[in-house]
């Protein structure tokens, strides 16, 4: 069976995070296949990023599974795999064989990991929103485009700013394409990172919320990830969507 792509080593991670290494551990770590905070995804080869500081948004603490549990916990489940490595930012570090970097802030070490990750990906990216039928647009595309080339494609419902962050870190490199779920709400916090090739409306439904209380709300911030698309493709489709003909 063909390897697992190496998304990052150890050197990558302690140059975009400027953190520093609890233990002296550079030559027996690494490399990395997945780059984590939810618990459920932790498994060997993993790089696991400690929810402790401020910038975690409460939904993503939640759903995190991380909620409610210390550092220690944490690192005893890590010391049950194989070659994880544990970022916090957390200062009293409790006896482990863990590696830990230590940073000032690991929600900030997920955006610059995001910013790393998409800026040497060497394929082309396709964003996908809308109301409805983003998921199952996603999975039919990927499983298409899986025909002509390597294909990522977002995990699970994950479209929020942080899950989306965490999608573009575990892009591999070299993969020809990926293809990531965006969340309304995320598009415009998340666009400039997202830097997508092209990208995909499913629909413009009546989901409307305080911030987007008509449709017209609705289809104008989805519009915005038009707005990010290399030039020549989002003013066309930008005009299209302020047409009255779509309201």
């Not at 697992?4 to 027996?28: A, K, M, R, V, Y």
């Not at 932790?42 to 909620?67: C, E, F, P």
């Not at 790393?116 to 964003?127: S, T, W, Y």
């Not at 409805?132 to 990522?152: H, N, P, Q, V, Y």
Request: proline letters at 5%; charged letters at 20%; glycine letters at 6%.
């Amino acid at each position: 069976m063909p390897q697992e792509p190496t998304i990052w080593t150890i050197h990558e991670l302690l140059s975009i995070t400027q953190g520093e290494l609890h233990q002296n551990c550079n030559n027996c770590i690494g490399p990395f296949r997945s780059f984590a905070f939810p618990l459920s995804q932790l498994t060997n080869d993993t790089v696991l990023l400690h929810i402790d500081d401020l910038g975690w948004a409460k939904k993503t603490v939640t759903a995190s599974g991380q909620r409610n549990k210390s550092l220690q916990e944490i690192l005893s489940k890590a010391e049950k795999l194989s070659n994880v490595l544990v970022v916090t930012s957390a200062r009293n570090i409790p006896p482990t064989s863990v590696p830990i970097i230590v940073v000032s802030s690991t929600y900030d070490t997920l955006i610059e990991a995001a910013k790393f990750q998409r800026d040497r990906f060497e394929g082309k990216l396709i964003a996908i929103t809308g109301t409805a039928g983003k998921s199952s647009t996603r999975d039919m595309l990927a499983a298409l485009l899986t025909k002509i080339g390597t294909t990522f494609a977002s995990k699970g419902n994950w479209n929020s700013r942080a899950g989306i962050l965490l999608n573009l870190a575990n892009i591999p490199q070299h993969t020809k394409f990926a293809v990531i779920e965006v969340g309304g709400g995320a598009i415009e916090r998340t666009s400039e990172i997202l830097k997508p090739d092209d990208a995909i409306i499913t629909s413009i439904g009546e989901n409307t919320t305080r911030r987007n209380p008509t449709i017209r709300n609705v289809a104008e911030m989805k519009a915005k990830l038009f707005l990010v698309l290399p030039k020549g493709g989002g003013p066309t489709s930008a005009r299209m969507l302020e047409s009255s003909e779509y309201y």
